[in-house]
């Protein structure tokens, strides 16, 4: 489970770890107001969302005015970053950057340990320099029997600082984030950037935490920050309805009876070259309000450029799924191809009112429907 950072630099402060002053803030009302309350010239705002990277996608800002902050604020109030809309921004006061570095504590899973990853190279880049120049980055391994004594997490801190005193105060962050990972069963505590100012103090001016799922129960003061992603709201809205819907990157929809043929219709899409854009299984009926809600659902995601209903009539009859989607798509409001395939009882009187309606690509076979529902999306004529 994530955190936000507002909330990570929260058990950050609680462990002593250093971090700069900041407000919560819901408007460019609030953000305003905590500038002022901040009194400082500059003020860094961010988005909270459970997503890293908003560096980069400009969801941190500096602003050294008020009509600067309220700009930025609503800016980044109205951004949607990496599929998380923004409702809450951090407004903080910036400091003065003399360097960044990149610290954290992890499970290593082959080594069956924690591990300590540090580096002098910390910032919005840490993915490239992983990739590029991955000596810059060091690894420790945390023996469990051991911990992390004072000794040990001094050498770790004079392979990154030469000064005493910045060694000294990177022995106690160490120490520190290292309890905090350990007493709350995380599995990832990290600090990117953890900056030198040009004062020469250390601050954590960025905070990430994942805690182990299976050890919230121990924890339910961090179990009572658990929040659904878009994503999971959007799946726990579907099991409301009676639909078991999971979305995924592909553009073709399926609408499927059954969960096994929901299965298989996405592996045949996959098959013949194409990409579902989700599985649901919209259970035995083909009531018409049923299907609506469930093209409603489908229709939201924008990626969706063809459907593909596949329907198996074994109890229901096909004549009357026929008649429901008939029925749901004359209330439907939408221009993309429908692919429908039916087989069961009646097949041959359902396909027909499909067919007549002039609204279905109809197939027989599952094969032949694929092949109609991966064309359709590649532009091509049938
Ligand atoms: P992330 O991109 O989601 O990891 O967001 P961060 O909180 O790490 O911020 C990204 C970058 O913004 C940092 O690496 C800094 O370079 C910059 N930044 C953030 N806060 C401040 C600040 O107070 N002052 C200055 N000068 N830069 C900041
Ligand atoms: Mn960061």
Redesign the pocket.
Do not use: C, M, W, Y
């Given at each position: 489970m994530k955190v936000h950072?507002y909330q990570a630099k929260e058990i950050f402060s609680r462990y002593e770890i250093p971090v700069?002053r900041h407000v919560l803030c819901n408007t460019p009302d609030e953000a305003v107001k905590a500038f002022r309350q901040l009194g400082t010239d500059?003020?860094?705002i961010?988005a909270q969302v459970l997503t890293?990277?908003?560096?980069?996608t400009g969801?941190?800002k500096?602003a050294n005015s008020e009509e600067l902050v309220r700009q930025h604020a609503q800016e980044i109030l109205n951004m949607t970053i990496k599929g998380f809309p923004v409702t809450r921004i951090l407004v903080?006061?910036?400091?003065?950057?003399a360097a960044?570095y990149y610290v954290s504590f992890a499970i290593d899973r082959n080594a069956r340990s924690v591990v300590l990853i540090i580096s002098a190279a910390?910032?919005?880049d840490i993915e490239e320099v992983a990739r590029k120049t991955p000596e810059k980055i060091t690894r420790y391994l945390i023996d469990p029997l051991i911990g992390l004594p004072k000794y040990l997490a001094q050498r770790f801190a004079f392979a990154l600082f030469e000064q005493p005193e910045q060694a000294k105060r990177m022995t106690s962050i160490l120490q520190d984030l290292y309890k905090a990972f350990m007493e709350s069963d995380a599995s990832l505590t990290e600090i990117?950037?953890l900056?030198l100012t040009t004062q020469g103090t250390l601050l954590a001016?960025?905070a990430k935490m994942v805690f182990d799922d299976n050890a919230l129960y121990r924890h339910p003061d961090i179990h009572a920050l658990f929040e659904l992603t878009p994503e999971e709201e959007l799946e726990a809205t579907a099991k409301e309805r009676g639909f078991s819907y999971v979305r995924m990157d592909g553009n073709i929809g399926c609408m499927v009876n059954g969960a096994g043929l929901a299965m298989t219709t996405m592996d045949m899409i996959k098959l013949y070259g194409g990409s579902p854009a989700n599985f649901l299984d919209i259970g035995g009926s083909s009531n018409p309000v049923k299907v609506i809600e469930a093209m409603k659902l489908l229709l939201n995601d924008s990626k969706v450029k063809a459907v593909f209903i596949n329907i198996f009539g074994g109890i229901t009859r096909c004549d009357d799924v026929a008649i429901g989607l008939i029925q749901a798509f004359d209330q439907l409001q939408t221009e993309i191809p429908i692919i429908v395939r039916l087989t069961g009882t009646n097949e041959n009187i359902g396909r027909k009112l499909l067919k007549d309606s002039n609204r279905f690509q109809v197939a027989e076979t599952m094969n032949e429907a694929t092949l109609m529902a991966v064309k359709s999306v590649k532009g091509e004529i049938l």
């Open positions: 950072e700069e500059r003020v860094a961010k890293g990277g908003r560096g980069k969801g941190v500096l903080s006061e910036a400091v003065e950057i960044e910390g910032g919005i990117n950037p900056v001016i960025d």
